[in-house]
């Protein structure tokens, strides 16, 4: 049987959260024995190890391991074939040391089971306390106590232990913060009888500042929400949370206060936040009816509109961006949609991705994309054109990639 564990056995992730040190202690040392079996009820009764595998394998041999309560390090118990050259090494493991908070307490527990030690505890030259003990097969093993270098050592692995633990906090409430931050966008889409609409927000991380909403207006009108909060990662995320509740809790009075609901929003916005803060963002109102949208691009990216006879619309931006002046003035302008016609929304992930030549996705890419596949559903040309970004620039992922997609219904 091989000296070494199966590579079949469960490991613990071998690197870091933070990709730089990798993963590393020891998993197991090998003590050769005659018996498994009667070496295995030393261990477990004697010693009072806890088992960890007992496995047996076709080809004859067995994986059989064993480890001190606190399971940090593993003890193969291995049985060689006679006449083999590990056979001879059954009995030579002498350098094998164990710690405890009380070698005399230990020395009495183990002793009382039978344990054989060569002498009673000694005290070391450097103030540390010791004794030996042998397994059933002549194996020897040293017990000492916690002197200051052991101390010195534990205290280190706690440390580390720490960090991994708070490293695995901070994972796990990231995604819980992922899971809580894709309730935030749209989870139901009201029926229009002239247009039909989709949305996507492909986060960079694990949360991200881009915002996009569909708020349900009353009186056969809705609006599309598209932003981008200034910075990354939560600091983004909680941004655009704030502005995400500054705009629901006022979209009662979107309908007939337009510049009302904008300079609320904005006052809260710049209330809420830091000097350096701020959202780009459109907000447009749809009439199902008349087919006519009234809109406001504060410093966004400008919307695209692409009519059924191939002719191109940018909708501009009418304002600056919310968050950084306390005096804001909101314009809004209008545009007349038809059936056939195709309405884009995007954040700068979409255009502002960049290859491994230094090129951008650009605006320019976004148009033929979608003049390519503008006949598809609107989830499958979005699900295309986020593709046809990810094939431009396949590299790690810098910035959310955002879109609202809208079509005038024909017939």
């Known amino acids: 049987m091989s000296n070494s564990p199966p590579q079949r056995r469960p490991e613990p992730t071998d690197v870091r959260l ?3 040190d990798p993963y590393l202690r020891v998993l197991c040392v090998n003590v ?16 009072g190890f806890n088992l960890v595998v007992d496995e047996n394998y076709e080809s004859g041999g067995r994986w059989l391991a064993v480890a001190p309560p606190d399971g940090n390090t593993v003890l193969a118990l291995i049985a060689p074939k006679r006449k083999s050259e590990e056979y001879k090494l059954i009995g030579r493991s002498k350098h094998t040391v164990l710690v405890t908070e009380n070698v005399a307490a230990k020395f009495d527990e183990w002793g009382k089971r039978g344990v054989r030690f060569h002498h009673p505890p000694q005290t070391t030259l450097w103030g540390g306390i010791f004794t030996r003990f042998d397994d059933l097969d002549g194996n020897c093993f040293s017990l000492v106590g916690r002197d200051d270098f052991v101390r010195e050592i534990e205290a280190q692995r706690r440390a580390a232990a720490e960090k991994l633990e708070a490293e695995r906090r901070v994972v796990q409430e990231l995604e819980i913060a992922k899971q809580v931050q894709a309730r935030l966008f749209p989870q139901t889409l009201p029926q229009l009888r002239t ?3 989709a949305g996507i927000c492909i986060q960079a991380r694990e949360v ?3 915002y996009y909403d569909f708020l349900n207006l009353g009186r056969d009108r809705l609006g599309f929400v598209i932003g981008d909060t200034s910075g990354k990662g939560i600091g983004a995320a909680l941004l655009m949370a704030n502005l995400q509740a500054n705009l629901r809790s006022q979209s009662a009075i979107a309908l007939e206060h337009p510049q009302q609901f904008f300079a609320i929003g904005q006052s809260t916005f710049y209330e809420n936040t830091t000097d350096s803060s701020y959202a780009t963002l459109v907000f ?3 009439d199902d009816a008349s087919m006519r949208m009234r809109y406001a691009n504060c410093g966004h990216y400008p919307a695209l509109l692409f009519r059924k006879n191939h ?3 940018r909708l501009d931006s009418t304002s600056t961006v919310l968050g950084l002046f306390p005096a804001w003035d909101c314009a809004l302008s209008e545009s ?4 056939g016609d195709t309405l884009a929304f995007y954040t700068d992930g979409v255009t502002d991705t960049f290859n491994h030549a230094g090129d951008d996705f650009g605006e320019q890419r976004l148009i033929e ?5 503008r006949e598809l559903s609107l989830q499958s040309m979005l699900d295309a054109i986020v593709n046809e970004i990810r094939r431009f620039s396949p590299r790690e992922q810098h910035d959310d990639i955002t879109m609202i997609v809208a079509k005038g219904r024909e017939g």
Do not use: H, M, N
């Open 336 to 339: 007349q949609l038809c059936p």
């Open 208 to 210: 991200g500042g881009d």
């Open 284 to 286: 447009a109102e749809y």
């Open 369 to 373: 994309a979608i003049w390519k596949y």
């Open 195 to 197: 247009l039909e609409y």
């Open 32 to 47: 050769f024995v005659r018996d498994q079996d009667r070496s295995l009820r030393f261990y477990l009764d004697q010693l």
């Open 311 to 313: 002719t191109l619309e």
């Open 18 to 20: 933070d990709g730089r």
